[in-house]
């Protein structure tokens, strides 16, 4: 409370806001010193997705065996991830040090893919009706078409945080021609099975989904945490200014698992000019049934399960056609993408390995957002990129 007043009082006077709080992904970019892209991809539904990329530099030498690196973001999230924790440490800053071309793609409904050629995001509930599926398997297959036409090169890596693990996953599950234009791929705290997930989001998405469910008969199409809605502005409040640092760590970001070791104060202030960017409420409905049911095909409820699947509960999502390389990164202390929910979805893939970071205080956001990025989770999939081959850290 006294905290409250005294931010109050003194915000106008002594808020140093971040300059970078709200910069777009290619404002972020140029601030840092780096030159970037913007690439449209439009989908089989007509969607219209927002690919951002960071060339590779002037100064890097052309060299065809360098393949093309796509980062791919997680709920909630958009391409600025990325960048938000600066050069040096952000995952893409990172690789295009390195002379790497990077993709960073935006899923539909984000910020930067909230775009449609027919339906108007801001008054057709239409354009809300989709979920990780249609993420999967609409627009992830248009963006790499895209990236290996532009690049010519026949492979691409793949770095992803949470459900950005799940499209891919989902994809060449189903597509499994997929599995060939990817020569690795890592999953940063992977979400697939959240049978011991423990953040509260998951929980209140597990809540909410039989209710959502039922629901979706009638129609449950909506916006769900928009860059610039009220959810972002109340975090934003209380979070986005060098003052409120420790109210902000000890109550929000307890909610979303913020890290205190990890996270450093002016990171955390960009981190809330960016998130959430928003996705539909239909995803995170999904989301809700995947607590429950596991890493399975949308829950229609009992009547539509039997008619579409002839089963009361959804089947898993046959993951068989995965064969692909995939090294996961995970951390004991990760209460959303729990260890041993790992170990869960490692046993269904046939070219599967893991790391556990050896700073133990590594948790779901540290993955992307934290200081130490470059210390634990960079060099493995450099190593990768260049050697093929990686060692735990
Ligand atoms: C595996 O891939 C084939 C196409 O090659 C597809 O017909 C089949 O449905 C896939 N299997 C599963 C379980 O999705
Ligand atoms: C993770 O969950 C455990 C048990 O609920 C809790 O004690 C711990 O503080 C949580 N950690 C974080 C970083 O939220
Ligand atoms: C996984 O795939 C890589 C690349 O093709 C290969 O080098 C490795 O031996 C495979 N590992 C397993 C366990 O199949
Ligand atoms: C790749 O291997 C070489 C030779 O062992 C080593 O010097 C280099 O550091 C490795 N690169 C990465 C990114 O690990």
């Known amino acids: 409370m006294y905290f409250f007043i005294i931010l109050c009082i003194c915000a106008p006077f002594c808020s140093e806001a971040s300059p970078r709080i709200d910069l777009t992904f290619p404002e972020l970019a140029s601030y840092d010193g780096y030159t970037s892209e913007i690439h449209t991809v439009e989908t089989e539904d007509d969607y219209i997705l927002t ?33 938000i924790p600066g050069p040096g ?7 295009a040090e390195s002379c790497y ?25 239409d354009y809300w009706d989709f979920d990780i599926d249609e993420m999967a398997l609409k627009d992830l297959p248009v963006i790499i078409d895209y990236i290996l036409d532009v690049t010519g090169s026949t492979q691409l ?60 008969d009638v ?28 109210l902000c760590s000890s109550l929000i970001f307890a909610t979303f698992g913020y890290n205190k070791f990890q996270i450093t104060p002016n990171v955390l202030i960009d981190i809330v000019g960016h998130a959430p960017s928003g996705t539909s409420l239909k995803n995170f409905n999904r989301w809700g049934q995947m607590k429950k049911n596991g890493f399975a095909e949308y829950d229609f409820g009992e009547k539509g399960n039997l008619e579409k699947y002839g089963q009361a509960k959804p089947p898993l999502i046959n993951l068989g056609n995965v064969t692909m390389q995939w090294i996961f990164l995970g951390s004991e202390n990760d209460n959303v993408s729990d260890l041993r929910d790992l170990d869960t979805l490692m046993s269904y893939l046939s070219n599967a390995s893991k790391c556990v970071v050896s700073d133990k205080s590594f948790i779901h956001l540290d993955f992307i957002y934290s200081k130490n990025i470059p210390k634990y989770i960079t060099p493995v999939v450099l190593s990768m990129l260049n050697n093929k081959t990686y060692e735990c850290l």
């Open 101 to 125: 071309d990077v993709w960073v793609p935006n899923s539909r409904g984000n910020f930067y893919s909230r775009s449609h050629k027919t339906y108007n995001p801001d008054e057709d509930v």
């Open 89 to 95: 440490v952000g995952h893409c800053y990172i690789y």
């Open 157 to 216: 890596g793949y770095v992803a945080h949470a459900q950005g693990v799940a499209l891919l996953l989902i994809l060449c599950a189903k597509q499994p021609q997929y599995n060939d234009k990817f020569n690795f791929a890592v999953g940063l705290s992977s979400t697939t099975w959240l049978n011991h997930a423990k953040f509260s989001i998951v929980a209140l998405e597990e809540e909410l989904s039989p209710l959502m469910t039922l629901a979706s």
């Open 219 to 246: 129609g449950l199409n909506a916006e769900l945490f928009p860059r610039g809605g009220s959810i972002q502005k109340v975090i934003q409040l209380l979070c986005g200014n060098v003052l409120a640092y420790p």
């Open 51 to 83: 690919v951002h990329r960071l060339p590779p530099k002037e100064t890097c030498a052309a060299d065809p065996n360098k393949i093309p690196i796509v980062y791919m973001h997680g709920m909630y999230e958009s391409s600025d991830d990325c960048l």
